[in-house]
């Protein structure tokens, strides 16, 4: 099994940053495809951002592309997810996610097969 643990959220104006980190054990990290997904108050679950085992593919939900950046440290078994210019409308719990099988969307929750417990980001105007 996989065991994940998201930081870095808090509380920040319009326009500043935020780095997440989720942290990975269990399972040999450098197999994994990961993801961010987050979910706003009043809303369903959406995907963020993702990115392969290596690190050398990534993909962006259309509302972050130009502000938010995934990355990996396969040697730190962690993944990050740089936001900067935030909004407002950002603010939600973000979960880390792993996908251990190659088939599956990674644009879709059924699609990943563990899950963290999220982290607060609260965007204030």
């Known amino acids: 099994q996989v065991q994940l643990v998201e930081s870095g959220g808090g509380l920040v104006q319009a326009g500043g940053s935020l780095r997440l980190s989720c942290a990975a054990s269990?399972?040999?990290?450098?197999?994994?495809?990961m993801g961010w997904f987050r979910q706003g108050p009043g809303k369903e679950r959406e995907f963020v951002s993702a990115?392969?085992?290596?690190?050398?593919?990534?993909h962006l939900a259309d509302s972050v592309k130009g502000r938010f950046t995934i990355s990996r440290d396969n040697a730190k078994n962690t993944m990050y997810l740089q936001m900067n210019s935030l909004k407002p409308e950002d603010t939600a719990v973000y979960y880390c996610?792993?996908?251990?099988?190659?088939?599956?969307?990674?644009?879709?929750?059924?699609?990943?097969?563990?899950w963290g417990r999220g982290t607060q980001v609260t965007v204030s105007s």
């Open positions: 996610a792993a996908k251990i099988f190659v088939f599956g969307s990674v644009y879709l929750i059924s699609g990943y097969d563990y």
């Open positions: 990115i392969s085992s290596s690190g050398a593919n990534t």
């Open positions: 269990g399972r040999a990290f450098s197999s994994l495809a």
